[in-house]
């Protein structure tokens, strides 16, 4: 699925990734050009976290895209990955007001999980 053009669009409030996220990768998602797209207020991740992608999920650029308000996770990390999370760009997002870490921390992930630089990361209020 060419995400190219996809991600050009830019949505007033939220984005419904319900049919989006029903799609199966044969390997990876490139999110590149998708994380380019500024949505108004917040992002609803919960159908396209439950997607499961063949390998891994590349969170480098979409870390890059700044949301509205907040960013909820709570569906997010409930998204098994096939080996592991690279959180090191993804930590360096800052969000409006805080981060949920509650569900996403109790995700287990395929090998481990580098908190190293994702605590590094300061948030708006509180983490």
Do not use: P, Q
């Not at 592991?84 to 996403?104: H, K, P, Q, V």
Request: with cysteine; charged share 20%.
């Amino acid at each position: 699925m060419d995400l190219e053009i996809f991600a050009s669009c830019s949505y007033g409030t939220e984005m419904d990734l319900e049919i989006f996220a029903s799609c199966s990768y044969v390997t990876e998602l490139d999110l590149v050009f998708f994380a380019s797209c500024s949505y108004g207020t917040e992002m609803d991740l919960e159908i396209f976290a439950s997607c499961s992608y063949g390998t891994e999920m590349d969170l480098e650029i979409f870390a890059s895209c700044s949301y509205g308000t907040e960013m909820d996770l709570e569906i997010f990390a409930s998204c098994s990955y096939g080996t592991e999370m690279d959180l090191e760009i993804f930590a360096s997002c800052s969000y409006g007001t805080e981060m949920d870490l509650e569900i996403f921390a109790s995700c287990s992930y395929g090998t481990e999980m580098d908190l190293e630089i994702f605590a590094s990361c300061s948030y708006g209020n509180e983490m």
